[in-house]
């Protein structure tokens, strides 16, 4: 186990009230909850590895999957979908050629649609690494992704 992930299950020694912040820490520390590192918190906190993937899999918080470089979001909430943002998901799915909660074989882009981003007067609403960009469409998206390619 990496020293720093050693660390951080070390500080919740306490049991199993603190499964969630031990893998809030990791997965802050990594970006991701690799699956080797999930059996060993298994054997270390004497926890089911199904509990720890059951939690894991619950709270969208959690990536059992590394981000690609550039996380792009498309809001599927009710304005953002009466506005055109499933036809921008899949503008971005043929673009970046790969389908939603996918990342791209180079890990550049990791594409994936959420329920609300609560900016629905910004609809259709898309973000790219945490930047929102509004009232988007087809040719606008194209162009952001020439962007950050």
Known sequence: MDEKVQAIVKKFENGKISLIGVMQDISEELGYL??????????EME????????????????????????????????ACHVKGSPRIAETLERELGITAG??????????ET???????????L???DGEYYGKSDQNKVKKL?????
């Open 34 to 43: 690799p699956e080797e590192l999930l059996r060993e918190i298994s054997v």
């Open 47 to 78: 926890v089911p590895l199904s509990q720890l993937y059951s939690l894991a899999t619950f709270y969208n918080s959690f990536r059992l999957e590394p981000l690609g470089e550039h996380h792009v979001c498309v809001c599927m909430g009710t």
């Open 102 to 111: 996918q990342t791209s074989s180079d890990q550049k882009f990791t594409l």
């Open 114 to 124: 959420v329920n609300c981003l609560g900016a629905c007067a910004l609809a259709p």
């Open 126 to 128: 898309v973000t790219i």
């Open 145 to 149: 992704i020439e962007k950050y390619k």
